[in-house]
Every structure is written in structure tokens, then in C-alpha cells.
């Protein structure tokens, strides 16, 4: 679950925290319930439990990172905690904003996948998560850095960003739904491939490798899911890098059957490795000086070298010390 090691007093003992003022970042696109069911429930449940709040809408998604300051200058005025209240990818531009003040961090998970949410055993119906967010002690979770950008989940560059970017075109038609996302991964591996010629530098060696996709894991829900033991690193201070060798569309749709079946690890066309941190390049004479990217589901366009790292702060998330979702 990635959770940094704390003392016995960082969780359950600090009765300031159940005073908390709330400042809820809230993207009312994501989440299956009506956006006034969720605000009518938290109002209830926070107004029950003597919370002052304030709610901070991002009506898109461009309109996150202002929201997120907003917020952040609430809490910090009051002494107050951020939460943020949506999916992944929402979760991730929020801490981008509340990483570097140290202000306490929740969630509300409310996305399709909530990998972040569930990998903490924090459930996506809005009145059980609010019920246990209201009896959460701040506890320091690691971070994963891209080029210095925060990640929770993961950070990948390669197919995984276009599976992405394909994905999202196919929600917008046909729904937000994981039977939709299937069907997208499937049209994305069927009509595309594509191969990257990378310089790897890790621990003072640098390597050259040639690959379909470079997945840098920081959610051990995730890579447990689908067979990467390398999972268990991440209570090591570290973060976990899988490579995909360039192969045909039907391969790829094996190894997808191997990564359903969480045997993904034990493929001879994928290469994992844990490690603090992580530098890649475009091969040379390539001409990139951007590369596209994938951090928590958002996909965005990075200079290179590429640099994956742990980041030295770690991030304050309110959690009640119950354990993962299974």
C-alpha cells in the first residue's frame, strides 16, 4: 500500500484532526451518483460532525490547478486539510497543488478505476468514504516524481499513453464504464503499434533498450493485479518500472490475457525492476526533445531526459487505518 513507515503517534493519536477544517476540491464530472445526492450527503455528514468547509468546483478539468489553490489558501488560513473529491486523474492535479505545502491530503474516490482509493481501502460510495475521512489521522504516503511532476498511481510513456488518449475519445461516445475501457484498450492494440529506442540510466549505468512501453508503477494494488512482484518495493522507498518488448498485436493482446490473469511478471517479453531513480532518453539522433507521457491517467507532453524519482516529501493523506480493499 505504499504507506511511509511512521511512529506509532502519526495515526490515531492527534485529536486536532478530528477538528479539521474541510476545503473539498470537487470535479462534478466524475462519480455515478448526481452531483447534488454528493454535495447534499457531505454537507449532511460534515455539518453532523461540526466540520466547517467549503466546496471549490472545477467545472473542467483545465480549471483544477485554480481550484486547487483556492483551496489550499482556505485550509491553509484555517489550518484546515484539502480533499479531493473524483477519480485518479482529478486526485493527481489536486496533490500536484498540496504536495509542497505539507498540509494533510483526502480522497473522496469518485473515477472508474479509483486505483488510488482502493489501494488505501477507501471506498467510492460518498457517504461510507466521508463517515471514514471524518476518522482519519494525517499519515505520510510516498510519492512518485516525474520531471518533479507528482504521481500516485503510476507515470508511463509509450502505448500506454495512447491506449489512454483512446480510451477517453471512446468514453465521450459510449459512457464511462469499464466494459467501454476494455473495448478501447482492445482497438488500441489491434490498429497501433509502435516501438521506442530508450537510453536508461539507473544507478550510475546506462543502457540502451528498445521497447513498446515504459510503466513506472507507484500503486502496489495495481501491479499486484496483474503478476509484477517488483509491487512490494514500494514500501522500500522505491518505485517499479516494467518494459514491454516491441511485439505484434496479438502478442500484446496475450500479454493483456497474462496481465487479466495477474501473471503479467512472468512473461519473457516484459523486464521489471524497482529502483529509487530512473532516467530516460529519446535513443540518440532520434530529434525528440518532447516526449508524450501519461502521469495518473492524464496525458500531457514532457521535455526529456525523462526523470523518475521518489520524491524526499511525502504526501500527508488522512487515512483511518483500515486496510486495502481486496
Do not use: C
Not at 505539507?102 to 479509483?114: A, D, I, K, M, S
Not at 504526501?315 to 486495502?324: H, I
Amino acid at each position: 500500500m505504499n504507506i511511509v513507515p511512521a511512529s506509532a503517534s502519526t495515526l490515531g493519536t492527534n485529536p486536532e484532526a478530528s477538528a479539521l477544517p474541510l476545503a473539498v476540491v470537487l470535479n462534478p464530472r466524475s462519480g455515478r451518483e448526481p452531483l447534488a445526492q454528493r454535495l447534499s450527503v457531505l454537507r449532511r455528514l460534515f455539518a453532523e460532525a461540526g466540520r466547517q468547509h467549503a466546496f471549490f468546483m472545477a467545472e473542467r478539468g483545465a480549471d483544477l490547478p485554480s481550484q486547487a489553490a483556492l483551496a489550499l489558501g482556505w485550509a491553509k488560513a484555517r489550518q484546515g486539510a484539502v480533499i479531493a473529491a473524483g477519480g485518479d486523474g482529478t486526485i493527481n492535479s489536486v496533490v500536484q497543488t498540496v504536495l509542497p505545502s505539507g498540509l494533510p491530503f483526502g480522497v473522496l474516490p469518485q473515477g472508474t478505476f479509483n486505483y488510488f482509493g482502493r489501494a488505501h481501502g477507501i471506498p467510492a460510495n460518498t457517504e461510507q468514504a466521508a463517515r471514514r475521512l471524518l476518522q482519519s489521522q494525517p499519515r505520510p504516503i510516498q510519492v512518485g516524481l516525474l520531471n518533479d511532476r507528482a504521481f500516485l498511481v503510476n507515470a508511463s510513456l509509450g502505448l500506454y499513453p495512447r491506449l489512454l488518449e483512446d480510451r477517453e475519445a471512446y468514453k465521450r461516445h459510449y459512457g464511462r464504464n469499464r466494459i467501454v475501457a476494455l473495448f478501447a484498450a482492445l482497438a488500441t492494440v489491434l490498429s497501433r503499434r509502435g516501438q521506442w529506442l530508450i537510453e536508461i540510466e539507473q544507478g550510475g549505468q546506462r543502457r540502451s533498450a528498445r521497447t513498446s512501453t515504459l510503466f513506472v508503477g507507484n500503486n502496489r494494488l495495481q501491479l499486484d493485479q496483474v503478476g509484477i512482484e517488483e509491487g512490494a518495493l514500494l514500501d522500500q522507498d522505491r518505485l517499479a518500472a516494467v518494459m514491454v518488448d516491441p511485439v505484434g498485436p496479438l502478442a500484446l493482446l496475450g500479454l493483456g490475457l497474462r496481465g487479466a490473469l495477474g501473471r503479467l511478471g512472468g512473461s519473457e517479453h516484459v523486464t521489471s525492476f524497482g529502483f529509487r531513480q530512473l532516467t530516460v532518453r529519446p535513443a540518440r539522433g532520434s530529434g525528440k526533445a518532447r516526449l508524450k507521457v501519461a502521469i495518473d491517467g492524464e496525458v500531457m507532453h514532457m521535455q526529456t531526459p525523462l526523470v523518475f524519482r521518489v520524491s524526499p516529501q511525502p504526501l500527508q493523506l488522512l487515512w483511518d487505518g483500515q486496510g486495502p480493499a481486496s
